[in-house]
């Protein structure tokens, strides 16, 4: 059946897919904090079951000529709905690339390869990981060359482009190549800048996991989090999931350290406050998705990075932290408190890395994912050549595998193309940070007040609310003046690490 | 597209009806326990879709050959699936029955009807729930007309037939007015014999909210709930939701009185072993589904009523009791809390009813809902046929409505013919109990060692694990050697209550 308004009738259908899809993100959410174990097996049929209906929905017979009609009569739509065709159209490519049976074999070799990984990183056996990994290698392989026809890309691009649309690796190269131009000398000033200075005092806990919440509850509340639409609960991995309407954070606690659990938190705070403000009429339709992962991860890295670990800000929380612990003394100053939350260090783990050395981290992994996707390292190979490029970019030499090629789940998960999405993330933070501090009067003043509705405000107009109603660069462009650039992360480094 | 084997195309579209609708199970718990108030909308959407989707899955053009073909060769078909098919014959009549406009108009008829319910309830103003109410009925009306068409029943069987599959109007009058000849006067003895006995000694608390969890936690657990496939967690109602994989029961508590939530647990953790006892091979088909809503209840009720309000039960469990609130003296003693939890006396509040009264709140519902489907009592006169009847069977008249007849979601929520089997249950209940009772030697010894490893055997053999292979008749037959009679249930109370 072909309806007599080929757009609304898209319209209909893709706010279908986005129930489901809704109705998913919960059913995952549910998974990692609150399902008994022994549920995995239904889980997992659930979330199948999901699956197979949204894609079915979307691969139906009659779709592609709906979306052929109404792009003929694109001319009548207005911008938004223009965008949004234009949005479907994409996101039907990228599920129409793939033969139901490569999906199902993508999904089935990363489950099984991430059941393996889990061990093997626990004992730091690569060699127990390199059939599985392989057979996940193969069949992305496969996904990249069928996308990459399908949307006339190169392999990676193909690849690279499911996580952040429009994202092309020439752009990636000339990016990266500026920072390792700039980052190996500036994290060496940075580390003697540290030696002149002198450790921070340590923080000495416990500090009870009830107070932790509360902590970063209020902090959340203080960055704009509405409670109302959203929770704030316990994973193993945190992360930001649930719905625009019903956004579900996560973190850890660790009752020796509550620095990470309240960055955590701050930094997930910044995701779940793009998702809800996303724009409000168009949230269940494809033009009021976040636009991709650089911009998503652009609005955890500007809350986390930029507006939470500057002066101001660490000022302001630090009498909030010494009132919840009840601490005092010269370790618990806001001068003590924010030398430890700009504390750099080359280290073995990426999630565990500052600004300044994480994007070395990055770069390693673009580099060897490509190497691997283009036939040119072979897997059996990575140990050697992740050990070797640790050395090179950040002077470390991991012990083993765990602390080395072995650390995260993102490849033995499938996701080929995501890792350079968080350097990108990090870029556009600080060129937007900056320009809204051009923006805005004072904008670092209110946060030192606990007032973020400024530095929201100027978000929601110029990023959260735009949705995907154009690219990343368009977005950065209008909202900064200019595409993304490496130039305000690197005069936010050298101000904050350089300039005391 | 009509496949080669029509019975096994049915199961694999059953199957992935019944993953969407446990997927809604999560997000119906999720809904009641985790999600913030904001979030309503959004869920009732994703609860809509997920709906809509399986219910276009059952009304397929072409289901009715399917099944037709499969019907044709049943013969081939070994008794499980001879009874799935069955079954899955059932839920389409069901399904097909009514028109798609008349599912959504209903929906949205109980939807208002109960958001004006809730402050109506607290306001005690019944004119002010009349006209929903009133457009309640009128669709409930028209789905049980249409669905006696299709069953080939009378009205209000045909709506008691979507709780309880088989369950007929002719035989719960006649179960009814038994338990009308007996339980007034039953009431009166009990009622004299506790006049005689004394009030029993209060419990007075304060009782920690964390202290209830743990020992409803640790009850739960004695009777046989697996914590690694559910959960324990808190809501306004409580309910058992989930999936047989992934149960999750709820509770409330009052930190003035522990005994309603610890024995709210123990209630819920019954329907709980229920779900999870489901034949593991079936679970996901119709034929593994509880057969009906009398022995879902009968479960709850064999575990709350039967078991652990028993002599038996208390003693382990006051000791417990004592332990975890750190308490003791005359109170505390055993016969005291056993006085406490078979406690009778009418009141204007079902739920909050004894096993003795209940069932004259249910036959006064059951009264009432069949005069008002059948055109016999005007809506705006429920009230005062409701006070009349409550004078006449429990000798007690609601001072308003809230207590009266506002005081039940089901009406409002458009639950028409699901009251009788509550008591239905309750007799169920007490004939299972009083089965196992004779099969099982000393069954109330090992209860009373909080050993509910033989009675769950028992309830896994001749009732979880059987399904939906029989009707619930057939069942009970098999498993006390009567069809649901009364015998056994007015035999508990006379002992329970008259005996000493």
Redesign the interface.
């Known amino acids: 059946m072909i309806a007599n308004d080929p757009y609304a009738e898209l319209e209909r259908r893709f706010a ?1 897919m986005s ?2 899809s ?3 993100a ?2 995952n959410w ?1 998974r990692s904090t ?6 995995s ?3 997992a ?6 699956g ?2 949204g894609h079915e929905m979307m691969v139906a017979p009659d779709m592609a000529e709906l979306l052929s009609r109404a792009e003929d009569g694109k001319a009548d739509l207005d911008p938004w709905r223009a965008a949004n065709l234009r949005e479907m159209r994409h996101a039907w490519i990228h599920e129409n690339a793939l033969p139901s049976d490569l999906v199902e074999a993508r999904t089935r070799a990363s489950s099984a390869c991430e059941m393996v990984w889990r061990d093997a990183k626990k004992k730091a056996d690569f060699k127990a990981l390199l059939p599985t990994l392989t057979e996940v290698v193969t069949i992305t392989k496969r996904v990249g060359e069928a996308k990459a026809a399908a949307l006339g890309l190169p392999l990676y691009d193909a690849l690279l482009d499911e996580y952040e649309p429009g994202g092309r690796s020439a752009r990636i190269d000339a990016l990266f190549a500026e920072l390792e131009a700039f980052l190996p000398a500036m994290l060496q000033k940075v580390m003697e800048a540290q030696k002149r200075a002198g450790a921070p005092l340590p923080l000495d806990g416990p500090f009870p996991v009830e107070a932790q919440r509360q902590l970063g509850l209020e902090m959340a509340k203080t960055l704009g989090f ?6 704030l609960d316990v994973s193993a991995h945190p992360f930001t999931g649930g ?4 956004v579900r954070i996560t973190t850890r606690y660790d009752e020796e350290d509550f620095t990470r659990a309240l960055m955590g938190v701050l930094h997930e705070t910044g995701h779940a406050l793009y998702e809800v403000g996303r724009p409000r009429d168009w949230r ?1 339709q494809p033009v009021g998705n976040a636009r991709g992962m650089v911009l998503h991860e652009s609005q955890s890295l500007l809350m986390e990075m930029q507006a939470c670990r500057s002066d101001a800000f660490v000022a302001f929380a630090s009498s909030r932290i010494r009132a919840v612990f009840g601490k005092s003394g010269p370790a618990w100053e806001t001068d003590n408190i924010h030398r430890i939350y700009t504390r750099v260090a080359p280290g073995f783990i990426r999630v565990d890395a500052d600004e300044v050395t994480y994007p070395l981290h990055v770069m390693l992994r673009y580099r060897l994912e490509r190497a691997i996707l283009g036939g040119d390292l072979a897997l059996a190979d990575l140990p050697g050549s992740w050990n070797d490029g640790m050395k090179e970019l950040l002077g470390v030499g991991p012990p083993n595998d765990s602390l080395g090629c072995l650390q995260d789940i993102h490849w033995p998960d499938g996701a080929w193309g995501y890792f350079p999405t968080y350097t990108l993330g990090a870029l556009a933070a600080a060129q937007l940070f900056a320009a809204a501090r051009k923006a805005v009067p004072d904008l670092l003043g209110a946060i030192g007040k606990g007032d973020f509705a400024p530095l929201l405000g100027w978000l929601r107009a110029n990023v959260h609310g735009k949705g995907s109603i154009a690219d990343t660069d368009t977005i950065l462009s209008q909202a900064t003046g200019a595409p993304l650039s490496t130039a305000a992360f690197k005069a936010h480094l050298e101000s904050r690490y350089l300039s005391a």
């Open positions: 279908r129930a489901v809704r109705a998913g919960i059913l549910d609150m399902m008994p174990d022994g549920a097996e239904d889980r049929d659930q979330l199948a079951a999901l197979v209906i509405d409670f109302h639409h959203g929770r719905t625009a309407d019903d269940r």
